[in-house]
């Protein structure tokens, strides 16, 4: 089955850049979607199909995607962007299922 | 807005059963795939089974296959996932999500809140 691997953890300070990686076999060739969960809150959709972002989302927030890693931006890095994040792709090599990045937790400074 | 509001969870003993409905407004229900996803208590996310927009393909991770049944009435625009053989792994906050595509499956752009189920004796 595909593996999808995140550091456990990233920290950055106020205003600069968090780079969040994805790592996985020839993810290039897969659509990779990002999600955002703070502490007690559901899940919310941040960034899909690799590098579009849904309606409401700020334009910090932004991905990219080659060879065997996706990466999520967040820009300008803010205290309340504080929260896990989660990669995610859709699986169809043998049966079709969904899978998800162990998640990383963004620390804020 | 989509709405997408869970319930049915509880402590349950192992080996019984549970069923989960998740009501859903604020959509067209009908046109989209529909999931379940799940969190264990301090773990990450699990996708657990997916439904298409007309119920004709159905799909479940290894991990419930076999023991939980997702299904869905349009006329009620709600989702269910019937859960037998429940252990205590099974513990956790599931969640319902919708998928932007009809049939399974991409991502999940819209969630419900989540409802809690203890598997304990």
């Known amino acids: 089955s595909y593996v999808l691997t995140q550091p456990p953890s990233v920290s950055v300070a106020p205003g600069q850049t968090a780079n969040i990686t994805c790592g996985g076999d020839n993810i290039e060739r897969k659509s990779v979607h990002w999600y955002q969960q703070r502490p007690g809150q559901a899940p919310v959709l941040v960034v899909y199909?690799?590098?579009f972002r849904p309606s409401g989302i700020p334009e910090r927030f932004s991905g990219s995607n080659s060879g065997n890693t996706a990466t999520l931006i967040i820009s300008r890095v803010e205290a309340g962007d504080e929260a896990d994040y989660f990669c995610?792709?859709?699986?169809?090599?043998?049966?079709?299922?969904?899978?998800f990045g162990g998640g990383t937790k963004l620390t804020v400074l | 807005q989509v709405q997408l509001v869970e319930s049915g969870g509880g402590v349950v003993q192992p080996g019984r059963s549970l069923r989960l409905s998740c009501a859903a407004s604020?959509?067209?229900?009908?046109?989209?795939?529909v999931h379940w996803l799940r969190q264990a208590p301090g773990k990450g996310l699990e996708w657990a089974a997916v439904i298409s927009f007309d119920g004709s393909e159905k799909y479940y991770a290894d991990s419930v296959k076999g023991r939980f049944t997702i299904s869905r009435d349009n006329s009620k625009n709600t989702l269910y996932l019937q859960m037998d053989s429940l252990r205590p792994e099974d513990t956790a906050v599931y969640y319902c999500?919708?998928?932007?595509?009809?049939?399974?499956?991409?991502?999940?752009?819209?969630w419900g809140q989540g409802t809690l189920v203890t598997v304990s004796s």
């Open positions: 995610q792709v859709w699986d169809t090599s043998g049966d079709h299922r969904g899978v």
């Open positions: 999500a919708s998928d932007a595509l009809k049939y399974s499956g991409s991502y999940f752009d819209s």
């Open positions: 199909d690799d590098r």
């Open positions: 604020g959509f067209t229900f009908s046109n989209f795939a």
